[in-house]
């Protein structure tokens, strides 16, 4: 046998998923910080809010009662009964702890429910613009992901005709996400409804993404897809977590909510793959959606405030064009009028080259609209302070009407 150079080979899987690129954006902000140049960063869908103290002193107790150890695999029975209170108080959604199941973070929750209920020949339909990792994780299971594109003049949402265009004997899931990442698109209940209604007449799942459910503006509602229709529940996982509503991104808490049996092989798969969630965070989880909350209205306002000022902002540079978001913390907005400009000797012909401009050139952080399914566009995540959003504005404005 050879004794010369080995590179161990990389799996069929491993080599067709791409990098997050939100995290590759957030890594060249970095870098270019090390170098010690100031850098408008709106890369991370991360609040810039601390998480609130009485969240935090509950993780401490967890600690203090030892509360350290291994928990169920699908997490502690508490966390699970607490949830399913918030669900039936806020949407009238009834469910029991054994169709809860806890996990590492939303991402998480949707990694384990695709590898449990899709596989090599199915197919998955998601719109775009959709979440970046949406069609990774798809791609991860051996599935296939259906992209089927909205606009900026349809408000990027997805249509029942588009739907049911997408739709084939291989169909098995549906990914629907909003308050949508990036667009900022609430979907109206009676829009969600129309899609409902397709679903019903087929054998299609439905993964309804909800983890921005807590942040939505002005005349927004937030709409649990499990509640619409008599037997949509039985065909419903809902996902959302701790994340964004409290600020908790690095405790890593999500959840997925849907039928007992296949919230029992979630839990199967997770007992295989991670054993169970980190039990002091499960804790610090469980003050959360228990105790008191005006933490996450605090937070919505603030977002919301901002969400006004970058919209105001964003009107007023030339070439953009932009829909005001309703909800989540993204402005996702059209920059091909710029496509042919060169900036610094540098020329823009897409949303990569765009961002790659902005950063180096004006040193403002974008992540292009490619990573999400969209070329022409780009995303602004405004978890940022409002002087933060203006400098890199300002910034942003003096690049364009150069």
Same mark, same amino acid.
């Given at each position: ?16 998923? +791409? ?17 010690? $140049? ?14 609130? /103290? #009485? ?8 600690? %203090?009662?030892?509360?350290? #150890? ?30 809860? $199941?806890?996990?590492?973070? &939303? ?8 590898? @449990?209920?899709?596989?090599?020949? *199915? ?26 594109? @909205? ?13 049911? /265009? ?18 900022? !698109?609430?979907?109206?209940? %009676? ?10 007449? !087929? ?57 007992? #049996? ?7 798969? +997770? ?12 804790? &610090?989880?469980? /003050?959360?959606?228990?105790?008191? %909350? ?10 919301? &405030?901002?969400? *006004? ?50 950063? /180096? ?33 300002? %910034? ?7």
């Amino acid at each position: 046998m050879s004794k010369g150079a080995f590179a161990v080979p990389i799996s069929q899987m491993a080599g067709c998923v +791409q990098a997050s690129a939100t995290l590759a954006a957030a890594a060249k902000a970095k870098q270019l910080k090390t170098e010690g $140049i100031h850098v408008y960063d709106f890369s991370l869908g991360e609040p810039d809010f601390l998480t609130p /103290e #009485h969240i935090c002193r509950a993780a401490f107790k967890a600690m %203090q009662d030892g509360f350290t #150890h291994y928990t169920p695999a699908s997490g502690i029975p508490e966390l699970r009964a607490a949830i399913a209170r918030t669900y039936q108080k806020l949407y009238g959604l009834r469910c029991g702890p054994d169709q809860i $199941i806890v996990s590492n973070g &939303a991402k998480h929750s949707i990694s384990t429910a695709l590898a @449990t209920v899709v596989g090599p020949g *199915d197919e998955v339909i998601i719109p775009t613009p959709y979440w970046v990792s949406y069609s990774d994780l798809v791609l991860m299971t051996g599935a296939t992901p259906v992209l089927v594109p @909205t606009s900026l003049e349809s408000g990027f949402k997805m249509s029942p005709a588009q739907l049911r /265009e997408a739709l084939t004997p291989r169909s098995r899931l549906l990914m629907i996400n909003s308050p949508s990442n990036p667009t900022g !698109t609430v979907y109206l209940r %009676q829009e969600l409804e129309a899609l409902a209604d397709v679903i019903l007449d !087929t054998n299609v799942t439905v993964l309804s993404d909800e983890i921005y459910e807590r942040l939505v503006f002005g005349d927004a509602r937030t709409t649990c897809f499990a509640t619409l229709r008599p037997g949509l529940a039985e065909r419903t996982l809902t996902i959302s977590g701790v994340s964004k509503s409290y600020a908790m991104t690095g405790w890593r808490m999500g959840w997925t909510i849907g039928p007992a #049996h296949v919230v029992k092989a979630m839990g199967n798969v +997770q007992s295989q793959q991670t054993g169970c969630p980190s039990s002091i965070s499960q804790y &610090a989880a469980l /003050e959360a959606l228990e105790g008191v %909350q005006e933490c996450v209205e605090k937070m919505r306002r603030e977002f919301e &405030a901002r969400r *006004d000022l970058v919209c105001k902002r964003l009107a007023d540079l030339p070439g953009v064009r932009c829909r005001v978001p309703e909800g989540a913390f993204y402005a996702f907005f059209n920059i091909e009028a710029h496509f042919g400009r060169a900036f610094a000797g540098k020329k823009v012909t897409d949303s990569a080259s765009f961002c790659q401009v902005a950063l /180096e050139s004006a040193h403002v952080n974008l992540v292009p609209g490619s990573a999400f399914g969209a070329e022409g566009y780009v995303r602004l995540s405004f978890a940022a302070s409002r002087e933060q959003i203006n400098g890199g504005l300002d %910034q942003l404005e003096k690049l364009l009407v150069t």
